[in-house]
């Protein structure tokens, strides 16, 4: 047999028990992390939404890039359901929400979301969206201005900003990346790797204990999560440059919570300016604060919450 030869059989192998390592990875992380919420039908595909609570003015919470319901269940959701009845959605392509036909833009991810929470009886919540999902909830603002009540940008993007793509999602969005790279990751990364890259995010705090648990890091690393998250946060910056100068005309209160030691969605470039072109945005900054308020800052967050809906007039 010749080298050549030799080394084409060992990469074949080799593919394939990355596939088989991926898949298996993939009925784990769904057998530890299953879906908590029900389905909705949106334009032939499942939008999966828990919803937490019973009565009060309606809230919608929308996650990040690689996140999903569980980032809001671990406790913000369970909180907040003492007073609203709260509507957690995993984004199209993420979660347990299937990828749009149509495409997975930040608009068409918002009409998708606004039309699974109104169809369980959301007419006008208040939507708070935390980092990539605030430039969702900015987006649904601006589409569909009659469907919703306020805005909550939580750590949010809202404009374009000068470091471009970076070299993982540049690697990783590209058709070589997602056929090649995703499957290697899903099959190989360590646990391990994944909790530290989730211990960046809430840098300089930590993540609470029992956080990762119940996040389920693998539901992460699946392939088509991958897949859908690298090719929207691709388009992300080209979107942004497109519609944040709507932004300025959103006629909704707008309350916008933004850690000063945010390192990922620097508040100088999306928050301040934010509060500055809106007349109705109003800008808390936290001291000290990373990327993730809604954990390490919630008694800040929820009365973000609370003024939206006192300005919004909701009950």
């Known amino acids: 047999m010749s080298l050549l030869t030799a080394t084409g059989i060992g990469l074949l192998g080799f593919t394939g028990a990355t596939q088989v390592l991926a898949a298996r990875r993939e009925a784990r992380a769904a057998k530890l992390s299953p879906p908590r919420g029900q389905d909705v039908e949106v334009a032939g595909r499942r939008v999966h939404v828990e919803v937490l609570g019973a009565a009060g003015p309606d809230l919608v919470l929308i996650h990040g890039s690689s996140g999903n319901t569980r980032d809001f269940t671990f406790r913000l959701a369970g909180e907040l359901a003492a007073r609203y009845r709260v509507f957690v959605v995993d984004r199209p392509g993420l979660g347990w929400s299937d990828a749009l036909p149509q495409g997975d833009g930040l608009e068409a991810q918002a009409r998708a979301i606004q039309a699974a929470v109104a169809a369980l009886g959301a007419e006008r919540p208040i939507v708070l969206g935390q980092s990539y999902g605030g430039a969702v909830a900015l987006a649904w603002a601006a589409a569909l201005p009659g469907t919703l009540a306020g805005v909550v940008s939580v750590s949010g993007v809202a404009y374009p900003w000068e470091t471009g793509l970076g070299l993982y999602y540049t690697i990783l969005s590209h058709p070589l990346g997602r056929a090649l790279l995703i499957p290697l990751i899903?099959?190989?990364?360590?646990?391990?790797?994944?909790?530290?890259?989730?211990?960046?995010?809430?840098?300089?705090?930590t993540a609470p204990a029992g956080y990762d648990e119940h996040f389920g890091p693998e539901l992460t690393v699946r392939r088509g999560a991958m897949r859908v998250n690298a090719l929207q946060r691709r388009a992300l910056h080209g979107e942004i440059s497109s519609l944040s100068p709507r932004w300025a005309e959103i006629g909704l209160p707008i309350e916008i919570v933004h850690g000063d030691a945010d390192m990922i969605v620097h508040h100088s470039i999306h928050a301040d300016r934010l509060a500055a072109e809106n007349p109705q945005a109003r800008l808390t900054l936290l001291p000290g604060i990373g990327h993730m308020p809604h954990h390490v800052a919630r008694p800040e967050v929820i009365a973000a919450i609370d003024r939206a809906a006192l300005r919004a007039n909701v009950k």
């Open 186 to 205: 899903t099959a190989w990364v360590p646990r391990a790797a994944i909790k530290r890259e989730i211990d960046k995010v809430f840098a300089p705090q």
